[in-house]
């Protein structure tokens, strides 16, 4: 299968996946050639920004924290949001629904214990519920956990959920997105906990334990032998800090790492030319787009000078030749976007159409908008060209991409921008603080209608909520829960549909395209199935055959690590 994958094109890459004895996305195999043992080393574009699961608002900090901590039950394979099919038990064992459908009772697991030895009880999930609810925490996902009225301890080994309203996803809010937290260990912390030296120093319950991160070079999880569910197949997992793709990929090709998960896809085809290292597609819930800050900078008083007014924005969104930069970055392999979702969702709706390329209207637009070109072909309003910086990270290769392009068909048009190209953990700290005009932002949404509501709610709109842009619509609002109320899966699209038309009316955003999800796999490593919200679910279950181990040097943090 490895010959007939490198006759294919790389079209039929993305569509096949990958192959070799076991290919990503296929679950791993049982029996002698699956025995523990070995490392995976993960060359990462960025590290995290702290190591405390609900809190973390990187991708890098939300793999770590998945695989240090449960949850009270796992979301199945097919990311079923409805009624609680599909979940598997983790830290409860079993759960029981009231006579009126308003709360659930989960039994933990008597056999569950923190990575410190202490047993997990329902202590621990009261204080998680109430650390993220605490409004001085300004947890990313309080504003998703609003229908949850209360948290009790029935008993030390049963926790209680109560709702306030029943809807289709209650027990997929119960438990998606907080993974518990030991209440001995952080209990003390309050609302210093995102500073404190915990947050660099995790203490868990999941099948992979916090051995050490060296800031800016590399960290490292390894299995902890004694879990309740299994020690993992894998003795560590290493991410080598490596935010210079080319460097990145110079480590995978070198035998340096096993894992590179942002491949470039005009990389793809030399690198599966390597007898070691295989390139695959996997499946991912992500869309990118140029982010307009509605609101002053740094959470200022009033509307952005530029962006404020809609019809500039719209003018913008007209002005951008999607087809053409797609083609241009991504050649035949770049996935279009549909609009503020990816087009995996389950709610997505691929039939919405997007403002058209058009010069002619977009000029027009900025003319009617009191936006009149100057002799230097700039646009200026009461004495203030149409100016404005567009933010984006050094170490995404299509944004800094997407940045060039946008900035000549902006140009055209009147428009000047100033790149701001920054490295990824500055990148978000200027998000988090809206400290920015436009940026390159790509999201990775949840399986849940809910998602969206999360991201771009006018509830997120806040400190410490995702809604960086301060996109703030009722209509949006109202559409988004009356989506989540509904058990009907078709009235739930229709009004997912009516959300998405509002915000692309609204154009606080012009959507760009969907990621493409390439990764080069060493050989040697067999993977498990890979969801869509997180392919790394399962990475506990991927594992190196016992003859295909290699002793390596560890890089820091002590002595040398031997597969």
């Not at 080393?41 to 890098?60: F, H, K, N």
């Not at 983790?90 to 459908?101: G, I, K, M, P, V």
């Not at 000549?408 to 428009?415: K, L, N, P, S, T």
Request: proline share 7%; net charge neutral.
């Amino acid at each position: 299968m490895r010959t007939l994958l490198r006759s294919l094109p790389l079209a039929a890459l993305v569509l096949a996946g990958a192959c070799g004895d076991t290919a990503p996305g296929s679950p791993a195999p049982s029996g002698a050639e699956a025995t523990p043992g070995g490392s995976l080393v993960i060359a990462s574009p960025a590290e995290p920004d702290l190591l405390i699961p609900g809190i973390t608002m990187t991708q890098p900090g939300r793999m770590a924290t998945d695989m240090m901590f449960d949850r009270l039950a796992e979301i199945g394979d097919d990311l079923n949001t409805i009624g609680d099919e599909g979940f598997a038990p983790r830290l409860a064992r079993r759960w029981a629904w009231a006579a009126d459908s308003l709360s659930i009772a989960f039994e933990l697991d008597p056999r569950a214990r923190w990575h410190d030895g202490r047993p997990v009880r329902s202590s621990d999930v009261t204080f998680t519920f109430g650390l993220h609810r605490n409004p001085s925490v300004a947890s990313p996902i309080a504003a998703i956990l609003t229908n949850i009225d209360s948290v009790t301890a029935r008993d030390s080994m049963t926790a209680v959920i109560w709702f306030a309203r029943r809807n289709p996803e209650q027990f997929y809010e119960a438990v998606y997105h907080a993974p518990i937290l030991p209440r001995h260990v952080y209990g003390a912390e309050g609302a210093g906990i995102r500073t404190s030296a915990l947050a660099r120093q995790p203490v868990g319950s999941g099948r992979f334990r916090f051995a050490g991160w060296d800031a800016g070079s590399r960290m490292e999880l390894v299995s902890d032998t004694g879990n309740y569910r299994g020690r993992a197949l894998l003795d560590r997992v290493v991410w080598t800090f490596t935010p210079d793709p080319t460097a990145a990929i110079a480590r995978l090709t070198a035998g340096e790492a096993d894992f590179y998960e942002v491949l470039p896809p005009d990389q793809a085809e030399r690198i599966d030319q390597m007898v070691t290292v295989r390139v695959f597609a996997y499946p991912n819930l992500q869309f990118s787009f140029m982010g307009m800050n509605l609101r002053a900078r740094k959470g200022g008083a009033g509307p952005h000078p530029v962006f404020g007014d809609v019809r500039v924005r719209r003018a913008l969104s007209m002005a951008v030749d999607r087809g053409a930069m797609l083609r241009n970055v991504f050649g035949a392999y770049g996935p279009k976007s549909y609009g503020p979702f990816p087009k995996g969702l389950g709610v997505a709706d691929t039939t919405l159409e997007l403002p058209a390329f058009d010069t002619a209207a977009a000029n027009a637009l900025l003319d009617e908008a009191g936006w009149p070109r100057g002799q230097d072909g700039i646009r200026r309003k009461a004495g203030r060209p149409l100016e404005f910086s567009l933010l984006v990270p050094a170490s995404s290769r299509p944004r800094a991409s997407y940045a060039v392009l946008l900035q000549e068909q902006f140009r055209r048009i009147g428009a000047n921008v100033n790149i701001e190209s920054t490295d990824f953990p500055t990148f978000m700290a200027r998000q988090e603080a809206r400290d920015f005009d436009a940026a390159l932002q790509a999201y990775s949404t949840d399986p849940s209608a809910g998602g969206a509501r999360q991201q771009f709610g006018s509830a997120s709109a806040r400190p410490g909520g995702s809604n960086y842009i301060m996109y703030a619509s009722p209509a949006f609002d109202a559409h988004a829960d009356s989506a989540l109320t509904s058990h009907d899966r078709a009235q739930v699209r229709a009004h997912m549909r009516a959300a998405y038309r509002q915000m692309i009316d609204d154009a606080p955003a012009i959507w760009l395209y969907d990621v493409l999800t390439l990764g080069g796999l060493h050989e040697r490593i067999r993977t498990a199935t890979m969801r869509a919200d997180e392919y790394w679910a399962h990475i506990a279950d991927w594992y190196i055959p016992e003859g295909e181990r290699l002793p390596r040097d560890r890089i820091g943090l002590g002595a040398a690590v031997a597969d």
